[in-house]
Antibody, heavy 121, light 108 residues
Framework: QVQLVQSGAEVKKPGASVKISCTAS????????IHWVRQAPGQGLEWMGV????????FFARAFQGRTTLTRDTATSTVHMELSSLTFDDTAVYFC??????????????WGQGTPVTVSS | DVQMTQSPSSLSVSVGDRVTITCQAS??????LNWYQQKPGKAPKLLIS???KLETGVPSRFSGSGSGTHFTFTISNLQAEDIATYYC??????????FGPGTRLDMK
């Protein structure tokens, strides 16, 4: 069965970076886009960006452009999301989700379990 | 950018109720609208895609309709396990993916 397993909780200081992994299994990793969504405490869902594994092309929401990096490791079917210049407002749960197999319309059919990130001095 | 709004933002419900949530897009998004259910501490779960397509395994008491800018999500005969927050999502092309602000259901 399709699974997305994320790395564990992180605590970071303001100004630092955090790198979270999302390891896929149960399907052909290269066939589907992987998205990242975050949820601040008590808040809604916010789309961050997406990577296309075959060519590592990426798209980002405007709020995350410039300080978010997405990379993939084909050997381990893993996508990494690195967010830099952290502020207290980056405290949130970060989810990866599997998108469709193309750049057109789609849906998030499978999700990781979420990785809590706390930014604290 | 296309903005998504949802109403109501919260709703007090009882078992057996018929619940309707609306989602409005600021521009025409055709039928490219999905609905998710999220329970506390859990990842969202996809319920409906393309405005009205029920995902496999999702109970038939959930339904969706609409196209263009106005969409409706309905739970008929609400069950206790349906208490959650529901989000609409516009996903018609990259990078224009947007979630609505959510509708929280709680028991009366």
């Amino acid at each position: 069965q399709v699974q997305l397993v994320q790395s564990g909780a992180e605590v970071k200081k303001p100004g630092a970076s955090v790198k979270i992994s999302c390891t896929a299994s149960g399907y052909t990793f290269m066939w589907f886009y992987i998205h990242w969504v975050r949820q601040a405490p008590g808040q809604g869902l916010e789309w961050m960006g997406v990577i296309n594994p075959p060519n590592q092309s990426t798209f980002f929401a405007r709020a995350f452009q410039g300080r978010t990096t997405l990379t993939r490791d084909t050997a381990t079917s893993t996508v990494h999301m690195e967010l830099s210049s952290l502020t207290f407002d980056d405290t949130a749960v970060y989810f990866c989700a599997r998108g469709p197999s193309g750049a057109g319309r789609g849906r998030f059919e499978y999700w990781g379990q979420g990785t809590p990130v706390t930014v604290s001095s | 950018d296309v903005q998504m709004t949802q109403s109501p933002s919260s709703l007090s419900v009882s078992v057996g109720d018929r619940v309707t949530i609306t989602c409005q897009a600021s521009q025409d998004i055709r039928q490219y609208l999905n609905w998710y259910q999220q329970k506390p501490g859990k990842a969202p779960k996809l319920l409906i895609s393309d405005a009205s397509k029920l995902e496999t395994g999702v109970p038939s008491r959930f339904s969706g309709s609409g196209s263009g800018t106005h969409f409706t999500f309905t739970i008929s005969n609400l069950q206790a396990e349906d208490i959650a927050t529901y989000y609409c999502q516009k996903y018609d092309s990259l990078p224009a993916i947007t979630f609505g602000p959510g509708t929280r259901l709680d028991m009366k």
